[in-house]
């Protein structure tokens, strides 16, 4: 079951999503984008484009 949004975060998708690459984006230097809600340390923030077009989709579907 989920409970809403789900985004793991940069670097913990696996090579089949494509977002394993760690040598592609440091952590060290992007943390902002690698920190999806169920990563440790949680990035709360809509800071990527992919979180941002989620919750724009929300807010049009639910708007009456």
Not at 33 to 43: A, K, M, R
Request: glycine share 10%; proline share 5%; charged share 20%.
């Amino acid at each position: 079951a989920s409970w809403g949004y789900y985004s793991q975060g940069y670097g913990c998708g696996g090579w089949k999503h494509g977002r394993f690459d760690w040598p592609a984006q440091s952590r060290e230097t992007n943390y902002e984008y690698l920190s999806g809600y169920q990563t440790v340390p949680v990035n709360w923030a809509i800071n990527t484009p992919r979180k941002k077009a989620f919750f724009d989709r929300v807010k049009a579907i639910t708007q009456t």
